[in-house]
């Protein structure tokens, strides 16, 4: 009976503490289920997190792409000019002796052109000797004899010759073996005479048979160093647009003025622009004044001497600018360089270059 009493007060105890913390009991329950749930998510319902094992496989960081390779340029050795293919750059340079008389203008193949030398012959006329390796205009001409200081100029560029005849001298030079010789004496039939001109001003030739005349000795290709090469622009400080280039007399001596927007230089000859009959103006894009010793001597007759190997001043017309130089030659056979007051390199801008031999003891060269 005792024990009955005691279980109906703990009951009835037990009943008013449960009225009594009724909310806190609320607030309890409330968070044990938040917290079951919590839990079944995070081990049932979520998918478990992927951990890598080897901590050397980078998994979690993105592959960075490589950058692709620049294309390989290549450039013409004779002018610095962009060619299209590495043998571009190895076709074989072919020159030729064009004259420069008053009965021999307009002449052929002097505008598309990658070098040209010009120097007196004698009696104070002037001749040039062109060099081609990716320009072949249709016409070459009139073309006339050799001396010796072109056959010099030319060993530097392992190529061939186009010309009829020579000094004694020149032709000895050219006939020994050393050099490709393309003269029309022994090859008649890769030349003829003009019909509108009369000897000696008309003999012509062409790149058609000039290549096939190259093809048959088996002259395929040049190997040779050429002048250092550098893209060019108008300088921002111009100082010489004007040029002046006396080496004898009215007839062959030469200007230039320059083209800005064009960035080369018209070259005009005896009081007019200096024309190519069939491609106009001439433009080169650089001007090389270059001084040499020049003597009269006899040969087969009087002929000059100039020489060729050693150094001298020199001035680089380019960008609108002159660059006071100096020019070298170590041997016969080594290429000519340029380099400035300090002894450094100079560059020469991408194109066409017209180098002038001045005499030393009566040519001028002035600008403005």
């Not at 409330?30 to 901590?55: D, E, H, R």
């Not at 792409?65 to 013409?76: D, G, L, N």
């Amino acid at each position: 009976m005792k024990s009955f009493s005691k279980l109906h007060n703990f009951a009835t105890h037990l009943h008013q503490l449960i009225v009594r913390h009724k909310k806190l009991l609320l607030v309890i329950l409330g968070l044990i289920i938040i917290v079951a749930s919590s839990l079944v998510y995070i081990f049932v319902i979520q998918k478990p997190t992927t951990v890598a094992i080897n901590p050397t496989v980078e998994q979690t960081e993105t592959k960075e792409t490589e950058p692709e390779p620049e294309p390989v340029k290549y450039y013409s050795p004779l002018t610095g000019a962009l060619v299209s293919t590495e043998a571009d750059t190895k076709k074989p340079v072919i020159g030729a002796m064009i004259e420069n008389s008053p009965d021999a203008r307009p002449q052929s193949g002097l505008k598309d052109s990658g070098v040209i030398f010009e120097a007196i012959a004698e009696g104070g006329i002037t001749r040039f000797m062109v060099l081609y390796q990716q320009e072949q205009p249709k016409l070459i001409g009139p073309v006339r004899s050799v001396r010796l200081y072109d056959v010099e100029w030319l060993a530097a560029f392992n190529a061939g010759l186009a010309h009829v005849g020579g000094s004694y001298y020149g032709l000895k030079e050219l006939r020994n073996g050393n050099y490709r010789d393309l003269d029309q004496f022994f090859n008649p039939g890769s030349y003829w005479r003009a019909s509108d001109r009369y000897a000696p001003h008309n003999v012509y030739t062409s790149f058609e048979k000039l290549n096939s005349l190259n093809k048959s000795k088996g002259y395929t290709t040049s190997t040779f160093t050429g002048f250092s090469r550098t893209d060019g622009s108008p300088s921002k400080t111009q100082n010489a647009t004007n040029i002046d280039v006396t080496v004898s007399s009215y007839l062959y001596n030469s200007s230039y003025l320059y083209n800005k927007k064009s960035n080369n230089y018209t070259r005009y000859q005896a009081g007019a622009a200096h024309k190519d009959r069939e491609s106009g103006n001439i433009t080169p894009s650089v001007i090389i004044a270059m001084y040499v010793n020049e003597t009269t001597i006899f040969e087969d007759g009087w002929r000059e001497k100039i020489t060729t190997v050693g150094s001298g001043k020199a001035v680089i017309f380019q960008n609108g600018t002159a660059t006071n130089a100096t020019w070298k030659k170590k041997s016969k056979t080594s290429q000519i360089t340029f380099t400035d007051k300090k002894g450094k390199d100079v560059p020469l801008t991408r194109g066409q270059t017209w180098i002038t031999a001045v005499p030393n003891d009566d040519g001028e060269v002035t600008w403005r």
